[in-house]
């Protein structure tokens, strides 16, 4: 089971842990779904309802944020196409290393 967001999964054997009025609760994270006090849940909310008999957002309940975006990629981490300019052109972004390099090139190309 995948958990929030469904990608990135939580890994198999991450230990959930939420204090709730004064009781600590601990769920483990199977590679089919949760434990928590011996039993197999297929979902967070389900457990989550168990503990405070409303409905919950599993997620929110235990705490899990998805995770944010970098420059340039998707919450993956998997590299996004830049967007097309005006003209229809689209200008892919060089790396430091990359400038490095043409720099060293050009240099000595000149000499």
Not at 27 to 47: H, Q
Request: proline share 5%; charged share 30%.
């Amino acid at each position: 089971m995948s958990g929030c967001g469904r990608e990135p999964r939580i890994k198999p054997g991450t230990k959930l842990i939420r204090t709730w009025k004064k009781d600590t609760h601990e769920v483990m994270v199977l590679e089919d779904g949760f434990a928590w006090r011996g039993a197999r849940y297929s979902s967070l909310s389900t457990i989550a309802k168990t503990i405070t008999g409303t409905s919950w957002n599993g997620c929110a309940f235990f705490g899990l944020k998805r995770p944010r975006a970098k420059k340039g990629h998707d919450i993956r981490g998997k590299f996004v196409r830049p967007k097309a300019d005006r003209r229809g052109k689209v200008v892919w972004p060089v790396s430091l290393h990359a400038r490095k390099r043409r720099a060293a090139r050009k240099g000595a190309a000149d000499a």
